[in-house]
């Protein structure tokens, strides 16, 4: 007798074989009448979500979690719906040709993205990520399993109740099948579900470190995903002050809780009024500042000699422990640490970071070329924020996760991550026999045909 989770990954397996063979109208069909479905609904995802809310706020759930768990914060819910119409209008993922090569006359080897087929999906917190999930998943192709965090429940239930109410109105008109989406609610469904290698193709875990590690541990399906978010912004000698100033607070302040925020920030001692930038994230941004000894004594002396140390901006200070620059804080706080060069930076990124995203400031190119070339991060910007670092605002739509990983996917994960790749040959009755190395005189033509005028 078969068990539960093997039932459920039996059911994603051929739920994706219907998936991969559907046109793109078909699936941006769907997604658009998921999207209107989720708006309309607000209400009552609004509801479910302030129960979760009020529970996590009863049981002290930690406020950056929190601030995850909050659905209709600011413009949250609508950027999620934002995000189905975007990956619904995306260029189709499935089906492109990526080589082309005639091997001879009448027999050509065409390269082409396929959907990779099922996919785990877990993650904590956040809401959003169902509907984020699931138009990524129906846009490549793929069928998706999902697992939310026990503190999103309820909005989990009613968002999932909304999606797989719409795809079973709709699946005679479009043929998306119902099981394209699957949602689970218990840690027990996981462990079970990770042990179904012969049907699941790829896990994404989204949360914690703790999490990532544990999914890594107890299952052979291969897993996309990210540990913590260390992110380092390196204030270069020769930085624009003011840039620096507007770039460091808002990797630091704009969304302390997101794994794209800035943990770390690097000086380098000859970069001038480097002090403007401490001041300006403790008095403006309220953020604790863990200075290395040398930086909170050369800091103490500039803001004394200048009369500018106040009783907030002391308070906002403690001393720097090593701990500190491995430490995702999730929260306003900042590990701060002087370098003497940018060769110093790379250094202590490459040592310190969890290759998720790094930044240098300077009006110097070829210091940054030198950063850019030397991180060894997903992500590596010139005079930006680490917030940047979202499958939203890279033109994704959304993402399926943030991969430090280096293969199959990195960075934020959208469609192209979701996708591998198949060879298709197309021939005319010819057999390897004929040709040289398999017994035959025939040689191969091997010659590369133009990509973007073959449809297959």
């Not at 040709?97 to 027999?107: I, N, S």
Request: net charge negative.
């Amino acid at each position: 007798m078969s068990s539960q989770a093997e039932v459920i990954a039996r059911n994603a397996r051929k739920a994706g074989n219907v998936l991969k063979v559907l046109s793109d109208e078909q699936r941006i069909f769907i997604l658009h009448k998921i999207h209107d479905a989720l708006k309309e609904n607000a209400g009552a995802i609004k509801v479910a979500n302030e129960v979760d809310l009020k529970v996590a706020n009863e049981t002290g759930i930690k406020p950056s979690l929190i601030k995850r768990l909050d659905l209709f914060k600011g413009d949250k819910f609508e950027i999620m719906l934002q995000g189905i119409q975007e990956i619904a209008e995306l260029e189709d993922p499935v089906g492109k040709v990526l080589m082309a090569r005639e091997l001879d006359e009448g027999l050509t080897l065409y390269k082409v993205t396929a959907p990779v087929g099922v996919l785990l999906v877990i993650f904590e917190s956040r809401p959003e990520v169902i509907a984020n999930i699931t138009a990524l998943a129906i846009k490549s192709g793929n069928a998706g399993i999902l697992k939310g965090g026990k503190e999103s429940v309820n909005t989990f239930r009613e968002m999932s109740r909304i999606i797989n109410d719409c795809i079973e109105k709709y699946e005679p008109e479009c043929h998306v099948p119902v099981n394209a989406v699957q949602l689970i609610e218990t840690r027990q469904d996981v462990s079970d579900l990770l042990n179904q290698d012969d049907y699941i193709d790829l896990v994404v875990p989204r949360g914690s470190n703790a999490l990532v590690k544990q999914i890594k541990n107890n299952t052979k399906i291969p897993v996309l995903g990210h540990a913590d978010g260390i992110c380092s912004v390196y204030v270069a000698k020769d930085a624009d002050i003011e840039k620096a100033k507007r770039i460091v607070y808002d990797a630091k302040t704009n969304y302390p809780a997101g794994c794209n925020a800035m943990e770390t920030l690097l000086i380098n001692r000859e970069a001038k009024n480097w002090e403007d930038v401490l001041t300006n994230l403790i008095t403006k941004g309220d953020v604790t500042v863990h200075l290395s000894e040398d930086v909170k004594e050369a800091y103490l002396q500039k803001l004394q000699a200048s009369n500018l140390l106040t009783d907030k901006i002391r308070s906002k200070i403690v001393l720097a422990e090593e701990s500190d620059f491995y430490r995702e804080f999730l929260s306003l706080d900042c590990a701060v640490k002087f370098v003497n060069s940018t060769e110093d930076a790379i250094s202590h990124i490459n040592q310190h970071s969890s290759k998720h995203t790094d930044s240098i400031i300077t009006e110097n190119e070829a210091s940054a070329n030198k950063f850019m070339r030397g991180i060894d991060s997903a992500g590596v910007y010139w005079n930006a924020s680490t917030r940047f670092a979202d499958g939203f605002r890279y033109g994704f739509g959304a993402e399926v996760g943030i991969s430090t990983a280096k293969i199959h996917a990195r960075g934020p994960v959208g469609l192209d991550g979701l996708v591998t790749y198949q060879y298709q040959m197309r021939g005319d009755g010819q057999i390897a026999g004929d040709y040289l190395g398999a017994g035959g005189k025939k040689a191969f033509v091997h010659k590369d045909l133009d990509i973007n005028n073959i449809v297959l």
